[in-house]
């Protein structure tokens, strides 16, 4: 990963104006802009007192950080980029209770800025179709969560765990996020909406996903009879095509999800399991470039704006 060290992201964004001449770049494209107020093309200046540029014309005032999760919030805008930072330069992410400690806030702000910002990842993450002609695609659901509880009585006190479901394009991205159960009714939809048809779908021996070879070109690894890997053998055009079947890449993903959150969150609850999802789906699909990440993330915040327009 192409990373940005702590120094070089301090020189970048120092103060809150750096932070807000960033926001002013996202959301309208700079200080030398058309005033909304005047209508005239003009020059913009910062503010001392308050998150806004004004018109040097008109003395209408722009407010960059509006509608983005940094309006109404009394933290510095430093503090939050901050916190962008630590979230996307770690590969297992941070816990509220480091940011606590790092930037002097209490708890419950900490878990807050956490939340707004995986909030953020999920809108800013990929959303396209996956897969396509020759491109293949492995599908596969696990489950997460369920607190061990000691002082139960009983077998039955086992604690319920999420299924969650994702599908990762080989050399391409990645989709995961929870869902209410493993049945055909469920999973079969959700791959039937994010997979392009003809393509190379490789899942285990789940029954629910027996029907994907109606629709795509559907292998099957049985985890059941110890068989992890299988080669397919093909002759489009009288040429030998091998395809190899396996789920190692989703349950790599799964493995390096769950050991994270057992390292750094410990527990989390089903009710903002979407939220550590997405964190984990965005972090993986931009991992080529800290900075790109970054961007995406302050992006992101300016997307609302331009659909009303
Ligand atoms: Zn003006």
Redesign the pocket.
Known sequence: MAKCTFKQFQEMYPSDAACLAKLMDVNYGGTEIT?P??G?D?KFHPLQKRRAFV?Q??G?HVYPAAGTIFHKSPTNLTKWFFVIYLMTSTRHGVAAKEVERQLGVTYKCAWRMCHEIRKLMASADYSGPLGGKGRHVEADETLVGGRARRHGKGKGRRAKKTVVMGMVERDGMLRTGPVPDDKTFTLEPIILENVVPDTIVTTDGHTSYQNLGLTYQHGVVKHSENEYVRYDHTFPDGKLQTIVHHTNTIEGHWSHFKRSIKGTHVHISAKHLWKYCAEFNFRRNYRVSHMLMFDRLISAMALPRIQEA
């Open positions: 005033c107020g005047c005239v003009s018109c014309l008109c209408h």
